[in-house]
């Protein structure tokens, strides 16, 4: 019997990365199911404690459902906790098994607070208790999986390799960077291939998703009513802007985008478009923009346009990008600007809702751009941009990827929370937040080009799949 005791202790501790990861998430759906269950008021179908209205099962009304499913995610999170603990002491250094330990000592904590909510009500001071020690429960756990991560793929290199952070096992090298054919020599290009060229230039793979931003923050503000001339006219205000923000940053970074394999073939190096050409079909998109925000807007909604195309153009490519490894970080404050803009379109104002949605941009953008810094990091060593890998390491890097994504959850649950929504945006939340939480786990393990990419597309599923269950929950599901 010991023996078969000693070999499940083993196996639990060759797991603890895993089981750390299963804890960060099972504590976040405990959080985003217990926040759903308050805000649709499904407490009063459940109002005795332990068992629900006296019985083991709460029987068929859905709001009694919820609320005892909600415990008995409760009481497997704390199952699942205490084996966690277990494998930390058996299997992580100090730093990780008190930070864990702390986490899990605080769960009684939070067990005794929900038990007088569903006993006495909520009160104001209770519920803020109550979300605050959820959320200090998931960020240890957090910070214990980001250390334990650390200390299981740190190699014997990487140890005596000084404060750089740098791997071992450097991520594939590009191949040899492409020559831009000259100009003078090139064939001259056919009418769809200029018109190709100048869609180039405004970045389309960027549209959808900014695009779909201001979407939900329109959805956020106002709900079933939304009309749907305000979103075609805001969309198409937003684009345009997106445009004149992608055509001036090919315009002023196309010295360096010759040093670069990814961006090398970009129209105003091949010879499709003259810079000058460039630079008036961006003044023309930003002069649109401007004219669609105020003919069919408003006048608020066009200066936030104006305002995030001189913050990427200017403060981003010439000021940030160029000069400080924290460009993405604080760059990614004009991935915000959408939620601004969408909001306004609605109401005219600016108003915390659109501030919380924009926030969530904001973190999320450093968790999902840093994939790209590591998977082309010769390339931006070889252009000269000072991105994260290159200044501070690979290790350094992956440690802000999840710390950033570990904040963006928590903006998420905070949104949910204040704006009311509902099931949709919960599932949605906890499923897409498990899996770029394990593709993260993954990029720490393998140390990869091709985990870095894994961790990009998860990133772009995250947002993604966020702003769409808003956008159905504020229109449909309301």
């Keep these: 019997m010991a023996g078969v005791i000693d070999g499940a202790v083993e196996r639990l501790a060759d797991h603890t990365s895993g089981l750390l990861a299963a804890s960060a998430i099972g504590v976040y759906l405990m959080v985003v199911v217990g926040a759903t269950t308050s805000l649709l008021d499904a407490g009063t179908a459940c109002t005795a404690w332990p068992t629900c209205n006296g019985g083991v099962l709460p029987g068929s009304e859905p709001m009694a459902v919820l609320a005892w499913g909600h415990r008995v995610v409760g009481l497997l999170v704390g199952l699942l906790l205490v084996a966690t603990v277990v494998a930390t002491w058996i299997n992580s250094g100090n730093r990780v098994k008190y930070v864990v330990t702390a986490a899990a000592t605080l ?17 104001e001071l209770v519920a803020v208790l109550h979300l605050s020690v959820a959320i200090s429960i998931f960020t240890g756990v957090l910070v214990g999986l980001l250390w334990q991560l650390e200390a299981e793929t740190v190699s014997p290199a990487s140890a005596s390799a000084g404060s750089a952070g740098t791997d071992a096992e450097p991520f594939d090298e590009p191949s040899a960077v492409a020559v831009a054919p000259d100009a003078a020599t090139s064939n001259t290009p ?14 389309p793979r960027l549209w959808w998703l900014l695009a779909l931003v201001a979407v939900a923050a329109m959805a956020l503000a106002a709900g079933p009513s939304l009309e749907a001339r ?6 198409t205000g937003g684009v345009l802007a997106i445009g004149a923000s992608g055509t001036y940053n090919n315009l002023l970074e196309r010295d360096r985008d010759k040093q670069m394999e990814r961006t090398a073939d970009r129209p105003l190096l091949d010879g499709t478009i003259e810079p000058w050409k460039a630079l008036v079909f961006g003044v023309a998109l930003t002069l649109a923009s401007i004219a669609v925000f105020v003919a069919f807007v408003n006048v608020l909604a066009a200066a936030l346009g104006f305002l995030a195309i001189l913050f990427y153009s200017v403060l981003y490519t010439l000021v940030l990008k160029p000069h400080t490894d924290q460009n993405i970080v604080i760059g990614g404050a004009v991935g915000a600007f959408p939620a601004l803009i969408g909001w306004a379109a609605v109401t005219n104002t600016v108003e915390l809702p659109a501030v919380v949605l924009g926030t969530i941009v904001f973190l999320w953008t450093p968790a999902h751009f840093y994939n790209l810094a590591l998977a082309y990091k010769e390339d931006y060593a070889r252009a000269d941009f000072p991105m994260l890998p290159i200044s501070r390491g690979d290790a350094l890097t992956r440690r802000h990827i999840l710390l950033y994504l570990g904040a963006t959850m928590a903006a998420a649950l905070t949104l949910g929370t204040i704006q009311g929504l509902g099931w949709l945006y919960a599932t949605a939340v906890v499923a897409v937040g498990g899996v770029f939480l394990w593709a993260v786990t993954r990029l720490f393990r393998e140390r990869t080009e091709r985990a870095a990419f894994r961790s990009f597309h998860a990133a772009n599923a995250y947002l993604g799949v966020l702003l769409l269950a808003i956008v159905v929950d504020a229109l449909v599901i309301t």
Excluded: F
């Design 107 to 123: 769960y009684p904590v939070q067990t005794l607070l929900g038990a007088s909510i569903a006993l006495y009500g909520v009160s």
């Design 190 to 203: 056919t009418r769809l291939e200029v018109l190709k060229a100048y869609v180039s230039l405004t970045k």
């Design 230 to 235: 305000t979103v075609v006219a805001t969309v």
